[in-house]
């Protein structure tokens, strides 16, 4: 059975800072691509960032710069340092496997 848990989620002022972390369970992570994406209120779900199983990264435009995703294969955990938050980047935030979602984490940035 798959599992992602989400972590790292809160409220948090304009210019600040969070880490966002996932723990995988029940695929052979290594092999697989991971992804974060987000969700605003009244908005579609968007991808935020992805790294392939080698490492590579994607990120959205509006993130570049600001969010670093990133991956531990020992630790079965994908991240995503979120830095120069701000207030439009609030949204739940899944963190995402191959046909599998996680439940999500609220973030909030404060003007």
């Known amino acids: 059975q798959v599992q992602l848990v989400e972590s790292g989620g809160g409220l948090v002022q304009a210019g600040g800072s969070l880490r966002l972390s996932c723990a995988v369970s029940g695929i052979i992570f290594s092999s697989n691509a991971m992804g974060w994406y987000r969700q605003a209120p009244g908005k579609q779900r968007a991808m935020v960032a992805i790294?392939?199983?080698?490492?590579?990264?994607t990120y959205a435009d509006s993130v570049k710069g600001r969010f670093t995703i990133s991956r531990d294969n020992a630790k079965n955990t994908v991240y995503l340092q979120m830095n120069s938050l701000k207030p439009e980047d609030t949204a739940v935030y899944y963190c995402?496997?191959?046909?599998?979602w996680g439940q999500g984490t609220q973030v909030i940035v404060s003007s």
């Open positions: 995402s496997a191959p046909g599998k």
């Open positions: 790294i392939s199983s080698s490492g590579t990264t």
